[in-house]
């Protein structure tokens, strides 16, 4: 389950041409838990945490990836997406490990009490979130913590008609919650200083690789942030949570010479990032990058926007 950091290497080594990758290769969850014996292992003890911790670190990933809450998919209930899988004392072991080794720790979180729980035991950033009371905000500050707001995930679960998302009724309801909720913690985030960044759960039911624009439109429109405000938010911002601001996120003088040229002004309008007519990697220009689409994923979503 080391795919991520091969191709990272790949890419590193000059072998093959692709993106800067930090990789978290597998994840960590608990038996019956989120992506369990898929995507990442089952740790049903705080000695077998620690001990997945130590087997994916000799991978040498970038961070490690804790699945603490369940999500939409696989929500069990009406109305409780996101319930708490990972007990806190399994989340303390794993994140405290890492730390030794010298590891950040994100991790997959969609309920209040799942995302407290997170911040109580030493997780760094929160992917997705969920509503926060006062108490998860002193949290997160306490921590040091960011919110990564992914509202690509959630949203056609939430606002596409049933016949389309191909869901039930419950998941209908289910993804409204977590929309709203991540919508939620990444507003009160901003308003109390908290670093948010943007992830868009690539991989996940009408979420692919080449629509990462439209986070940064769904930012602006739901969170209601400007369009400067949303793309200092997924580069510089991003790279400063990821800690790599120092070498990539601005177009600075001695930083890595990474960018994208776009046909029109992305400050006035997020959607001229769709059409992508140039892009610099540490220097390499790749121009006229040609991208395999899926033109009804597409259409579905412009539908919606």
Known sequence: MDFDSVIRDSIEEGKAVGPRILAADQGISVPGGHFAGSIATESASVEEAVEDVRRIAAMKPDLIKLMISGGVMDATEDGEPGVLRMPPEIVKAACDEAHRLGFKVAAHVESPESVRVALENGVDTIEHGARPDEEIIRLFKERGAAHICTISPALPYAVFDLSES?????????GRIVMEGIIACA???????????????????????????????????????????????????????????????????????????????????????????GVMMKGKWIPSPQVKRIPAVDGLLDKYM
């Open 187 to 277: 507003k009160a985030c901003l308003e109390n200083g908290i670093p948010v960044g943007l992830g868009n759960d690539v991989a996940c039911p009408f979420v692919v690789h080449y629509n990462f624009w439209r986070e940064l439109y769904y930012f602006s429109k739901y969170v209601g942030v400007t369009p400067a405000k949303a793309i200092c938010t997924a580069t510089i911002g991003n790279a400063a949570i990821a800690g790599i601001d120092g070498e990539t996120g601005s177009i600075e003088a001695g930083k890595s010479a990474d960018m994208i040229v776009v046909n029109g002004d992305p400050l006035a309008d997020l959607t001229a990032l769709r059409e992508v007519s």
């Open 166 to 174: 191909h869901t039930q009724p419950v998941g209908q309801r289910n």
